[in-house]
Structure formats: C-alpha cells, structure tokens
C-alpha cells in the first residue's frame, strides 16, 4: 500500500491573504457568516412549514445523535447495538452523498430534498432504531422515546449547532413509523444477532452514493470549498496573531499531584491507517467514515479485542506501554491522490487530498491539581471531543488549534493561520475523572468526566492521570486561490465538513501493572519521569 510523499507545497511560500473574521470576548472563538439566515432547518412537513430564508445556501443534513439518548445497554447486547449505531452513520454518509449530487436541485426544490432526501433517510433510521430498542428491551429497561430521534434537518453551514433541534419536527415521534418500509414488523427480530442485516448499507438508496467518486472532489472547489467539495472554506480558519490568549491553568492547591510521565511512541513513520473505530464501532468495518493515524498498539482495528491489544505489538519506546493512541488524520487538500483515493474513509467518503505525518507526537499523562491520581484500570477507553460536533453542537467538542510559539491561543472552531517558521499545533486534554468501576459506558463517555474549573471531580468519581496529547505538523498555510487552491484539514464525517471542531482523540489503557503503579508513583511524587 503506497504512500504519497510528503514534500512540502511550494504553495507554502506564498502570501496568505488576512483572514476576515470576528474575535469573541477573548475567548478565541471566532465566527464567520457565509450565508445569509440559516437559523432554520428543512424538515417534515407534518408540523407545519419550514422555509429557508431567500438565498440561503444548504450545506449538510443534521440528524441527532441517538446514543446521546440511550442511558443504559445491557453488556450482552453491547456489540450489536454499537453496529446499529454505526449503520446509522452509514445511512447519513450515503445521504450525504446524494445530497452532494443533487445541490443544485436541493437548494432550488424543497419536495425533492423531502422526498429524495429526508423522508427515505428518516425512515431507514426507524429502522435501525427499532432495532435497538428491541435489543436493549432484550436484557434491561426499554428505551422510551428513542424513534423521534429519527428525522434529520438539512441545514446551512453558518448555523452555529446548537440549534439542531429547530427543525427536528418534535411531534413526529416516529411513532408514525409504519413509513419506515413496515420497519415495526422486521424490527424485533431479524438483524439482532450481532447487526447481520444489511440495512444501512445504502444498497436501496439508488445512488451507489459513498462510492459516487466522492474523491473526484479533487476536481476543485465548489460552493463549500475544498477539494472534496464539503469543506474546509475560508472562513473555517483564522490568523493566529489575531487572537487574544486565553489559556487559563487551575491553581495548583496543597496535596495536589504534580509530576508528569511521558511516554514516547512515534508519529506513526511507519504509516498505519484504518477508518474502524474499535472504542465506537466495534466489529464493523469503516465505522469511522474517515482515517486514523495510529501510534502505540499495531493490532488496533475494528476487530481486535482486549487479548488482542495485550499480545500486541507497540511502537512505543517503553514496551510496557501496549495503549493505543489514534485521530483523525491531517491532510493537505492540493489536489493530490493518496493510497485511499479511492477507499472507503479516503475518497469514497470525501476525503482526499496529502495524508501529513506529524513533525512531532507527545504524549504526556498529567496529574490533578487538588489530590493525588489513582490507576487507571486495563483497557479503560476514552474518546475525547465529538466526531460530530458540527451538527451535535459543542457540547462535547474537545480539542485545540494554535501554533508553536503562541500556543497560549487556543481556538477550538477555527484552524490557525500561522506565521512563517511557526507550525500547526492541535491538542487533546482527556478525561482525568474515572467512575471506579466501568471501562466504557453505553455512550462512550459517561464512565469518565471531567474535572471542574478548579480540577474537582464530582462525586463518586475519582482523579487518573490525565493524557494530555500535542501533535504538531509542517504544512502550508491555506491558499482559496481558484485552481491553485490548498488547505489543511482533518478528516471527519462527509455530513462533518472537515470542520475543526470536529476534532477528537482515542485512547485504550494498555500499560502493564507494574509502569501504570510506576507512572502513578511518579505523578504523585511530583516527579517528571519518561
């Protein structure tokens, strides 16, 4: 499997034109309005109509986040529900792809988008809604209200995502279901050993949509700019000398752990890539729908299980330190084909353009600044920030972009423009509260938390160390220059955009006893240790 190489763009040279944007209270966020009122979503019909505002240009479809309504799933019936959520994700991202075909049409005839679009995509989610209620109803409490979590929106790009639910149709409780191809009938059944069924697949969509060539997005921009044609676009990036700081640390108070450990595991040199989520898609293949770099644990992919990630092979320096680290790849859109030009979470999925390997990779497990910390436990995940940030909001948005040498500026939705000999820099702060007790939880995320402002965890939880991960890259800074256009962006969801917002890290435990006690001691006796 060939690599591209990684020269350097001469486009790196070139003047970069002021970005135009508007700083927030110093808080670094900026904002940039591309459309004209895109506060309004397109949605069903049944409650009434909905209108975009004149001239107002649709930009991806917002559906809700199903598992952020589901509280509890029963262990036996874990995996099969993680592939019901995953081919929920597949039938967005086929979607995705037949809007992108028919932009023009959706923007200037509304029945279309309903009929072609939102109706067909609502009712395949029944579906496989359906089918998770019944799973979960297998072995604990019935989910309640879940199907009217199945209509999605189309919306415009400038909608800042917390107002998804301005077009989800409240009423449509999904209850109505029976459009959904007499999904009541199939649904308590069939497809429940595991998520065998082939719904989701998109294979009665018509349009063969993930595979339309997605990666001829290298034809040049379109109306959403980048190569892929869904992003990223001017205004998803900002000077970095423009932004006020902002970074604020807790105080450090008596009795507070204030080593650190570091441990050392590459850039991933050795290039291994996959589109699986094995922490969020278990068992199924490009559940991602966009490539991970990988550095540490060589077995990870949507198959491996926890025997796997302890008899396998690390790049890290200290062999102790088995865990396995992955994000989004950063690629350079400039209109050059990598290997998976052509490759589910490459092209197929709208992301194309040069995978860069990082300059530097540092990863760094930090203590608390109230208590000690305590271990974490074997094969403890944690996914920090949210894949899905764009549409979901930024609740659970996580992750940092700045540059070297001003990284006392951190922007959480725009990438930096950074000055010459200055280089990209995006960071991760994980979760540093554990619950005692899970290694993973229904939604991925409520068996770890946060600390609060003051570095506290909230009760019944207790402060771990805390991975801290800074990943830094040469690249060119953007250039919106017609043919000759270049710009760097993570990969994301197709629906995503390649927003940066839509950053997020991965992380498995799988340091042995011994190093885990070691890094413990060494963080709480305010050692720095490697």
Aim: glycine share 12%.
């Amino acid at each position: 499997m060939g690599r591209t190489s990684r020269k350097r763009s001469t486009l790196a040279n070139r003047a970069i034109a002021a970005t135009a944007a508007l700083i927030l209270g110093g808080g670094g966020l900026v904002a940039a309005n591309f459309y004209a009122s895109a506060h309004e979503g397109w949605g069903d019909d049944r409650t009434g109509p909905r209108t975009q505002s004149a001239g107002q240009a649709v930009s991806t479809i917002d559906c809700p986040e199903v598992v952020n309504s589901i509280e509890q799933v029963p262990d036996d019936q874990r995996f099969a529900v993680d592939r019901e959520l995953a081919t929920l994700d597949t039938q967005i991202t086929n979607y995705y792809q037949r809007f992108a075909d028919n932009k023009e049409r959706v923007q200037s005839d509304r029945t279309f988008a309903q009929n072609e679009i939102l109706t067909p995509l609502k009712n395949e989610r029944l579906v496989s809604i359906q089918r998770i209620v019944a799973l979960i109803d297998r072995s604990a409490e019935r989910p309640q209200g879940l199907e009217s979590t199945a209509p999605c929106t189309l919306r415009g790009d400038d909608n800042d995502g917390g107002d998804q639910n301005d077009g989800q149709n409240d009423g449509q409780d999904g209850q109505d279901g029976q459009d959904g191809d007499g999904g009541q009938d199939q649904n308590q059944d069939d497809g429940q050993n595991g998520g065998d069924q082939d719904n989701g697949d998109g294979d009665n969509n018509d349009g063969d949509n993930g595979d339309n060539d997605g990666n001829d997005g290298n034809d040049g921009n379109n109306d959403n700019g980048g190569q892929a044609g869904n992003g990223p676009e001017e205004g998803d990036f900002v000077d970095i000398q423009s932004v006020e700081p902002n970074v604020q640390e807790p105080q450090q108070r008596r009795g507070a752990s204030r080593g650190t450990f570091t441990t050392d595991c590459g850039v991933n040199e050795n290039g291994k890539f996959n589109s699986d989520n094995v922490i969020a898609a278990p068992g199924v293949s490009n559940g991602a729908h966009h490539m991970h770099d990988y550095v540490g644990n060589q077995a990870n992919d949507a198959f491996a299980s926890d025997d796997d990630f302890a008899n396998g092979d690390t790049t890290c320096n200290n062999q102790g330190d088995k865990s396995t680290y992955y994000w989004p790849v950063l690629r350079v859109q400039n209109g050059q084909n990598e290997f998976d030009a052509g490759e589910d979470g490459g092209g197929n999925d709208q992301n194309v353009g040069e995978i860069q390997t990082p300059s530097e990779v540092t990863l760094t497990f930090e203590g608390n600044p109230q208590s000690k910390v305590t271990a974490m436990p074997k094969f403890l995940r944690i996914i920090t920030g949210d894949a899905k940030s764009f549409t979901n909001g930024d609740a659970n948005a996580n992750a940092s972009w700045s540059c070297t040498g001003f990284e006392d500026r951190q922007l959480k939705d725009k990438y930096p423009i950074c000055p010459e000999g200055s280089q990209v820099v995006r960071s991760f702060k994980f979760q540093s509260c554990w619950d005692g007790q899970n290694t993973d939880s229904a939604n991925h995320r409520t068996h770890v938390d946060f600390a609060d402002e003051d570095g506290r965890c909230q009760d019944g939880f207790q402060p771990i160390p805390q991975l801290v991960q800074r990943i830094v890259y040469d690249v060119p800074p953007p250039v919106f220059d017609g043919e000759n256009a270049s710009a760097f962006a993570v990969d994301s969801f197709p629906e995503q955009l390649h927003k940066p917002i839509t950053d997020h890290g991965d992380f498995i435990n799988v340091f042995d006893e011994d190093l885990m006690d070691e890094m413990v001691d060494c963080i709480n006796d305010g050692r720095r240790c490697q």
